[in-house]
């Protein structure tokens, strides 16, 4: 049986690749390396975890530092997202057993998604993977789909700004999404490297906790913010065909991603609630209200 010991992570001094860093080095499951574009970033990573520089331009550079690593986790940025080709490649010439590349979002196997350019270089980086498995059995990949990043930032800053009490409300505001924390986002790296077999080239798809925008603004209420709120409405059909319409002018402005974005997770049948999840394989719990009313409350505090 294959098992995980030695693993690389990229993006690391991202949003979600340092809780996934700090997650990995404290199972004291694995032996961790980084390896990142400026090792002077890596200083403040714990003592155990090994730093190393590579260039996304060379593929040498990265099969290098790849030598002996079992699996390779990728937090590779969204608009880095392409650098990650040679890193296929590079990972699969070194002999690493798994790969997880950098999704970490909305659910890409949805074939509504699929026709969405802010999409195209993910599904380029996991259908590489999906051909080097077929030349290379012993290479596999794994994604993780865990719609909003449930914290201060995305789904109580994007979604719903609890602190500021601003929000645009789409569709109505009940539909149902997902949203997980970064600290079950990095559960399931872990839940991923342990599993194995059950988790081998395919999706694996979690939440923390299923809600709504009216429900965040419900619990923001109940807490204290019960007036002031700055709420404005829209039709996530609408915003899909505007930022078709802008992106086809050369509009690929954060504005017009964030049209994406919000169609694919908060259209109703789209990519942002996942009726069946990986939760319990991976040992992630859901959250009860009132954690999430914790988080809510630290989000506004903030
Ligand atoms: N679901 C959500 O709500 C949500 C929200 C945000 C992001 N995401 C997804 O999560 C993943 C990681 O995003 P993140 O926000 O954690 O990433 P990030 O903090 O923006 O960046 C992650 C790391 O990527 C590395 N990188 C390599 N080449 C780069 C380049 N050319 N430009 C910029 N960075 C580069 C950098 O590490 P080094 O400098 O160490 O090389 C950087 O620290 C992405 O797939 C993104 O789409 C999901």
Redesign the pocket.
């Known amino acids: 049986m294959t098992t995980i010991k030695n693993v690389a992570v990229?993006?690391?001094?991202?949003?979600?690749?340092r809780p996934i860093v700090e997650r990995l080095s404290t199972s004291k499951l694995f032996n961790v390396t980084v390896l990142?574009?400026?090792d002077s970033?890596g200083r403040d990573f714990p003592a155990d975890v090994t730093i190393k520089q590579v260039d996304?331009d060379s593929i040498e550079s990265l099969q290098s530092a790849l030598q002996g690593q079992d699996a390779l986790v990728s937090?590779?940025?969204?608009?880095?997202?392409h650098?990650q080709k040679n890193l296929v490649d590079a990972a699969v010439n070194a002999g690493v057993k798994r790969m997880i590349p950098?999704?970490?979002?909305n659910d890409l196997m949805n074939p509504k998604l699929a026709a969405f350019p802010i999409y195209q270089p993910k599904i380029a980086i996991r259908q590489q993977c999906e051909k080097r498995v077929t030349e290379n059995p012993s290479f596999s990949w794994t994604t993780i789909h865990?719609?909003?990043?449930l914290g201060p930032d995305?789904t109580l800053d994007f979604i719903v700004d609890v602190k500021n009490r601003k929000a645009d409300i789409k569709d109505g505001g009940d539909v149902l999404f997902c949203a997980t924390t970064y600290d079950d986002i990095a559960q399931a790296v872990i839940g991923i490297l342990t599993h194995l077999e059950e988790t081998a080239n395919r999706p694996v798809r979690i939440s923390s906790v299923n809600t709504t925008q009216n429900e965040l603004i419900a619990i923001a209420k109940e807490l204290g913010a019960t007036d002031g709120w700055d709420l404005t409405y829209s039709e996530t059909e609408n915003l899909e065909s505007e930022a078709f319409r802008r992106w086809a002018a050369g509009d690929h402005s954060e504005e017009v991603i964030a049209m994406f974005i919000n169609r694919a997770f908060i259209g109703k049948g789209w990519g942002g609630y996942f009726p069946v999840r990986d939760n319990e394989l991976l040992g992630i719990k859901d959250l009860g209200r009132d954690e999430l009313k914790s988080i809510i409350k630290s989000a506004m505090d903030r």
Do not use: L
């Not at 990229?10 to 949003?15: D, H, L, M, R």
């Open positions: 990229v993006g690391a001094t991202g949003k979600i690749g990142t574009r400026d970033r996304y937090a590779m940025a969204f608009e880095a997202i650098e950098s999704e970490y979002g865990n719609a909003s990043f995305w």
